[in-house]
């Protein structure tokens, strides 16, 4: 039972340059979260998803797609990184109707340079 | 804009000392208040967590305290070790909708040996 897995784990991009940041949950749970951590600034929700086919924009979400084709996956994806998007990202999950009780993945530290 | 303020920013603890951090919220629709700690390259992770219909949890050497009418919670760490050295994040759930977690800031905790 791996949890929550994120691939990858370090990343440096250019700027413009595009990428996809995977993550997968073998807890069969229904919600799936990414959030960026920034210093000071706490864990900010960037995109969520209810369920497979769905997803909804968070607290920060311009410059950020997301799909979950799969229930166990949730992609994040950059379509032309900016350093602002310089941040560690963490996937989350949890079951229906536990919002207060997410799992985090161990993070992807990416950098734009 | 759900908010969740959280401080002190930074503690120092001695070995065996009390850590408290103190937040405070906004919206009274919040119905779980959860503490997530997070080692150093890990992701946070649920450490103890609250329901508003009760003043105070318990959970070994950590403690969430809880005032409704202020809307503040707190959470204490008795004899604090220095394996406890982490960032702890507080967080709030619930509201109109689907829950979604709002953290603070951030507390980064050194208990000193």
């Known amino acids: 039972n791996a949890g929550v897995t994120q691939t990858p784990k370090f990343r440096v991009l250019k700027t413009g340059q595009s990428m996809t940041l995977l993550c997968a949950q073998d807890?069969?749970?229904?919600?799936m979260y990414w959030y960026r951590q920034d210093p000071g600034m706490g864990l900010r929700l960037i995109h969520y998803?209810?369920?497979?086919?769905?997803?909804a924009k968070g607290e920060v979400p311009d410059g950020y797609n997301v799909s979950r084709l799969k229930k166990q996956n949730f992609l994040l994806g950059l379509e032309s990184a900016a350093p602002s998007q310089t941040s560690v990202y963490f996937c989350?999950?949890?079951?229906?109707?536990?919002?207060?009780?997410?799992?985090f993945g161990p993070g992807t530290r990416l950098t734009v340079t | 804009q759900q908010q969740v303020k959280q401080s002190p920013q930074s503690l120092i603890v001695q070995k065996g000392g009390i850590s408290i951090i103190n937040c405070a919220y906004e919206?009274?629709?919040?119905?779980?208040f959860p503490w997530y700690q997070q080692f150093p390259g890990k992701g946070p992770a649920l450490l103890i967590a609250?329901?508003?219909?009760?003043s105070e949890k318990k959970e070994g050497r950590f403690t969430i305290s809880f005032n409704k009418s202020a809307k503040q919670f707190s959470l204490h760490i008795m004899d604090s070790q220095p394996g406890d050295s982490a960032t702890y994040f507080c967080?709030?759930?619930?509201?109109?909708?689907?829950?979604?977690?709002?953290f603070g800031t951030g507390t980064r905790l050194l208990v000193s040996p």
């Open positions: 989350a999950s949890t079951r229906a109707g536990q919002g207060y009780e997410q799992y």
């Open positions: 807890m069969n749970h229904e919600y």
């Open positions: 998803s209810v369920g497979e086919g769905t997803t």
């Open positions: 919206n009274t629709a919040f119905d779980y």
């Open positions: 609250i329901r508003p219909d009760v």
């Open positions: 967080a709030a759930s619930g509201g109109t909708g689907f829950q979604k977690l709002v």
